[in-house]
Every structure is written in C-alpha cells, then in structure tokens.
C-alpha cells in the first residue's frame, strides 16, 4: 500500500526556517519525482514544486512563490522527500502535502499525504 | 502560466440529480505532439488530502465511480456528477500538467441542496 507521511511542521516566526519531510512506502521511492502541494487555511491548492528522479535528473523545479526560499530535496535511500523552507512570510501559511507524481510519468498526482500544518506567526 | 478558472465556485443539487463543474484553461492544454489534454480533476473532502479522479481530462482512476466523467477540448472542460450521492459531497478542484508551473483552478464546493 502506497503511503506518504509528512512531518516537521509546527509554529514558526516570521523570517524563520522549518523543514518539512515526506516518507514514503509500498512503493519504490527512487523511481518517482515528488511534489509539495500547499494549501492556506480556507483556500485552495498551490503547488509548491517539485523534484524528478535521479533517473531523470533529479531535478527540481519551484512555483515563483517559492523559488529563491525553498528547496526540495531527497534521500532515496530513505524513501524521504524533504521541502526546506527559509525567510518565511506569514502568507506561506498553510497545510504541506507531498504528493507522488503519477507512473504514467505526467504531473498529476495519483498519491496524496495527509499533510503537514505550517503556522508562520509571531 | 497556465491560469485555470473555475465556475462555479459553488453549487447544491439534489441528491440523485447531475452537478456540473466547469475548469478553463488559460490557454490550451492539449499538447500538440500527442492530441492529449493535460488535465486532472481532484475531489477534496473535509479534512483530507485531495483524491485523483480523473486524469487526461477524461480517463477515471481505478475505483472512481462511473457517476464521475470528465470530457472537454483543449481550453474548455466539464467534471459530471450524474447522479449526485451524499458522499460527493467536497471540494472539486482542476489541474493543468501540461507545463511547470502546475497549476489548479480555485476549487468547486458541491453540496445538497
């Protein structure tokens, strides 16, 4: 069974730094690029971005809101995909959700975490 | 970037009747080389993570119930609930993945009316 787990969001001050991590199981990690997905309180989804596999690169690719503060990154050894975020704003508020790229190899998403809240407020 | 807009942002229908769902594209997202649309519909319920129900603008995942269709041309899609059940009661939201940025439309909320 394909399962996303996020952690390490919680409470954090403007202009601070928290990382996120997407571990995943019931499938083999290193062959599918993953994307965070964020979503405010109330709102609706905004993808964050994404990184490819190694076998495609391992590339990684931002929306324009997040490009220059965060970096997806990933161990493939520990199935863990991990979203690190700098110089936060309290509009990056919002639950994270990672997601696996579909296996047809397109950019819709066929798996889903439950998400992790990330609360930027001083 | 591909800009989705959705109408309407909400609507309620009577159980058992159709409830339709409107995505536009900004600009078409049928890729060229392929002849395929590059569109995703997502159902969200209250506290949960979005599901995938139908990718390639028309093709149900595995399990979604055939109440569910999607159809549509390159700039211009409809998501169909043909018979509306208390469960599909959420959130309904478009995706392009035709090209980076990914984007979503703003979300369709589906009650009973």
């Known amino acids: 069974e394909v399962q996303l787990v996020e952690s390490g969001g919680g409470l954090v001050q403007p202009r601070g730094s928290l990382r996120l991590s997407c571990t995943a199981s019931?499938?083999?990690?290193?062959?599918?690029?993953m994307s965070w997905v964020r979503q405010a309180p109330g709102k609706g989804l905004e993808w964050v971005g994404l990184?490819?596999?190694?076998?495609?690169?391992?590339?990684?690719e931002y929306a324009a809101s997040a490009a220059g503060r965060f970096t997806i990154s990933r161990d493939d050894s520990k199935s863990i995909a991990y979203l690190q975020m700098n110089s936060l704003k309290t509009d990056d508020t919002a639950v994270y959700y990672c997601?696996?790229?579909?296996?047809?190899?397109?950019?819709?998403?066929?798996?889903w975490g439950q998400g992790t809240l990330v609360t930027v407020s001083s | 970037d591909i800009v989705m807009t959705q109408s309407p942002d909400s609507l309620a229908v009577s159980l058992g009747e159709r409830a339709t769902i409107n995505c536009k594209p900004s600009q078409t997202v049928l890729h060229s080389s392929n002849n395929k649309k590059y569109l995703a519909w997502y159902q969200q319920k209250p506290g949960q993570p979005p599901k995938l129900l139908i990718s390639w603008a028309s093709t149900r995942e595995s399990g979604v119930p055939d109440r569910f269709s999607g159809s549509g041309s390159g700039t211009d899609f409809t998501l169909t609930i043909s018979s509306l059940q208390a469960e599909d009661v959420a959130v309904y939201y478009c995706?392009?993945?035709?090209?980076?940025?990914?984007?979503f439309g703003g979300g369709t909320k589906v009650e009973i009316k």
């Open positions: 997601a696996r790229r579909s296996t047809l190899l397109e950019d819709f998403f066929d798996y």
């Open positions: 019931g499938f083999t990690f290193g062959d599918c690029a």
């Open positions: 990184i490819r596999s190694k076998a495609h690169g391992g590339t990684t």
């Open positions: 995706q392009q993945y035709l090209r980076t940025p990914l984007t």
